[in-house]
């Protein structure tokens, strides 16, 4: 069922005009902007990291627009009273849409890793090809994971665009997806380790420029983001039923 959904919002999103725009431009400017600030920062050396790094901030804005939008979207396409009627539980109904937008996410990482070795030259030495390939898809459903999360709690929200728009470049910069969490004020590093976001860039990272080992971080991520899961599924119940009780599921 959670394949068959993944396929099914997937298309939908490809036939979205605003979420192809989106995934065509964003990661684009995001790579430039990284090259020039590490260029500009004497460090033209780690470059990869640099197209690395915008790939998970495009990836990270996906996941998160796509989850914070799951529940208002299907309440404006009509089907959001068919999903909750239908006889799973609802986080199983909503977790394949958050799982479709990381995977089109997908795409700002090659995007970047492209657009960067086209226009700026910058070699795709990676160190460890073969642990890039599982760290990557790894990372990505990690965020998927976290998705279901997000989008339990922007349930509650009547607008949930506006903390989306306030969550995406925080959580990126905590997590060291481009800036290294170590120059970072000290009180940031609970917060950052706490978020799978983290883990999962440190093991793609790890990966492409062989800083360390990369199972571990990879391991800590997907640990973070079951339990995730499981909140955002018993959060997505308790909301459900709170709905059903108040009649107002398409209203709240």
Not at 20 to 36: F, G, K, N, R, S
């Amino acid at each position: 069922m959670i394949w068959v959904g993944l396929l099914l919002h997937t298309k939908q999103l490809s036939r979205s005009s605003f979420e192809i725009a989106t995934a065509l431009i964003v990661p684009v400017v995001q790579a430039t902007l990284a090259v020039y600030l590490f260029r500009a920062g004497g460090e033209p050396g780690r470059l990869l990291e640099a197209a690395v790094g915008a790939g998970l901030m495009g990836v990270w804005s996906s996941v998160l627009f796509g989850s914070g939008g799951a529940i208002q979207n299907q309440r404006w396409l009509g089907t959001l009273e068919m999903v909750m009627l239908a006889p799973r539980p609802p986080a199983l109904m909503i977790l394949p849409i958050t799982l479709a937008t990381a995977v089109t996410g997908t795409y700002a990482m090659l995007a970047t890793l492209l657009w960067g070795r086209l226009l700026y030259g910058i070699p795709l030495d990676f160190a460890h090809p073969l642990l890039f390939l599982v760290a990557v898809p790894g990372c990505i459903l990690g965020l998927g994971m976290f998705g279901l999360l997000l989008a339990a709690t922007f349930v509650l929200l009547r607008n949930a665009n506006a903390l989306t728009n306030t969550l995406e470049y925080p959580i990126w910069l905590v997590s060291g997806m481009l800036v290294p969490i170590t120059v970072l004020p000290g009180w940031t590093g609970p917060i950052a380790a706490a978020l799978p976001t983290t883990w999962g860039a440190r093991a793609v990272r790890e990966a492409a420029t062989g800083g360390g080992p990369v199972w571990p971080s990879l391991g800590i991520c997907l640990a973070i983001s079951l339990g995730c899961l499981v909140a955002g599924a018993l959060m997505m119940t308790y909301v459900e039923r709170r709905a059903r009780a108040a009649a107002t599921l398409a209203l709240a």
